[in-house]
């Protein structure tokens, strides 16, 4: 691993020009400073705590609206002065009245919208599966400025999963988000499929610093204390200062040379009270030394992996796994067990906290709401897909039927096979949001939900 500053930006430049044509305007490169203003971002602040302030009523899950996109809906939404920002997988971005669902606007990138949007300042920063982060005014969605990078590509490797044939890279059909950009202090902090961490100006997009990890960087960064905390596939945490991108410790979790699978960081980093937690397909919760990176403790899984970024509050961690379908609380400071939730079927979500709820998505197509102190369950809301479930899906408990997931091609294929399997049910792989009494979710049924 080595760290990289590139003071040549002419082919950033370049890149840039090539990216953001498709809604057909020049790029305008900012050079005044951002104003101070609101700022939303995945999983409620930089620090990754998915923590939402209680305001107004608690929801109770009933629909207040939806709104119909042209894709899949993976990243979570932004909302900012009652407007609700979104991707989809079809390439738009979505800026959507709050109150109402009705369009504002929309933008066009030429690839899927894989990541959360951050907003701050009258600016919408976001990355694409192009290659860049871009930022786009506010108000009416219009180009600003967009760095390129190298390139972007999901993780690969061979014999993935052990799906045959054993001799050829396969993309990881899981991996499904890109890196969520965090605006803090004048700079936009992302990662990047050729394995990168960048820093660039909020202003105008110039890049900053660069880093090198081993693979690909997916997890979206969390910023605190002048440090940035991100993982990458390479199975490592990387704390960097932020102002200069200097690497101020790494921390080593499991490898799975053999077939891939338990490896790997999607999950992004949530800091609190001078520790990072993250999760791990190595299948365990780690709690770092935020310092040092220094092993606090680890909660194993059980070979199920943790996707979603852990939610802190008031000394209690919130996480869901993958194959044992549960959502779980654990003690901040010991990593022990407080309780044990059941989801029926695979969490990549990440919760959000907000008042007395723990709301979090589930791959049946359920959002539940849970009590955050006993891990009982308040109530759920189903997505349309889920209701419909034209593939037969589901059992009558919302549990997935072994039977209508058999295999189709006997190889790696069956794993993208099974992601439009989980479009048709409706999962929810986003995580929502929850401002002013309502809740927002996205859906891989290509709907947001709005649930008071």
């Known amino acids: 691993m080595s760290q990289r500053h590139d003071s040549s930006r002419a082919r950033y430049l370049r890149r840039a020009r090539r990216l953001l044509r498709p809604a057909g305007c020049l790029l305008l490169a900012l050079t005044a400073a951002l104003p101070a203003g609101a700022q939303s971002t995945f999983h409620g602040d930089v620090a990754r705590t998915g923590v939402y302030p209680a305001a107004g009523p608690v929801p109770a899950g009933e ?15 932004a909302v900012v ?49 192009a290659g860049s982060l871009a930022a786009l005014d506010a108000a009416t969605g219009t180009p600003k400025w967009v760095c390129g990078i190298e390139a972007e590509r999901r993780f690969e490797a ?34 990047a499929g050729d394995g990168g961490i960048y820093a660039v100006a909020a202003a105008n997009g110039v890049l900053q610093w660069s880093f090198r990890t081993g693979n690909v960087v997916h997890a979206s960064p969390a910023v605190a204390d002048g440090l940035v905390y991100v993982g990458s596939w390479d199975s490592r945490v990387y704390a960097l200062e932020a102002r200069t991108g200097a690497v101020r410790w790494t921390f080593q979790a499991g490898l799975d040379p053999g077939i891939h699978n ?9 800091v609190a009270d001078g520790v990072v937690y993250v999760g791990c397909r190595d299948a365990h ?32 961690v919130y996480a869901g796994t993958s194959d044992s379908a549960r959502f779980f609380a654990l003690d901040a400071g010991s990593g022990r067990l407080l309780f044990n ?7 990549f979500s990440s919760a959000a906290l907000c008042g007395p709820r723990a709301y ?50 006997g190889d790696f294929g069956d794993m993208y096979i099974d992601f439009y399997r989980f479009t048709t049910v409706g999962g929810i792989m986003a995580s929502p949001a929850v401002v002013d009494g ?10 947001l939900y709005a649930l008071r």
């Open 438 to 447: 309502v809740v927002y979710v996205g859906s891989l049924d290509g709907r």
């Open 262 to 270: 338990q490896e790997g960081f999607q999950s992004s980093c949530a």
């Open 63 to 77: 629909l207040k609206w939806s709104f119909v996109a042209g894709g899949a809906i993976v990243g979570s939404p």
């Open 81 to 129: 002065d009652g407007v609700v920002y979104f991707g989809a997988l079809d390439g738009h971005l979505h800026a959507v009245d709050a109150a109402s669902g009705a369009e504002k606007w929309k933008f066009k990138s030429r690839m899927p919208i894989a990541c959360t949007p951050a907003v701050e300042g009258g600016t919408v920063y976001f990355t694409s599966s």
């Open 285 to 316: 919760v780690y709690a770092l030394d935020a310092a040092t990176g220094r092993r606090l403790w680890d909660y194993s899984t059980g070979k199920s992996w943790v996707i979603g970024t852990p939610a802190v509050r008031d000394g209690v």
């Open 158 to 191: 061979r014999n993935l999963h052990g799906y045959p044939p054993a001799t050829q890279t396969m993309p990881d059909a899981w991996d499904v988000f890109t890196s969520s950009p965090a605006v803090s202090d004048g700079l936009v902090f992302f990662g």
């Open 341 to 347: 939730a059941d989801t029926r079927a695979y969490v």
């Open 360 to 409: 979090v998505g589930c791959h049946n197509g359920t959002l539940y709401a849970f009590d955050a102190r006993t891990g009982a369950l308040d109530w759920s809301f189903r997505t349309e897909g889920s209701r419909r479930d034209p593939l037969k899906l589901l059992d009558a408990d919302l549990r997935l039927e072994p039977a209508a997931f058999h295999p189709v091609t």
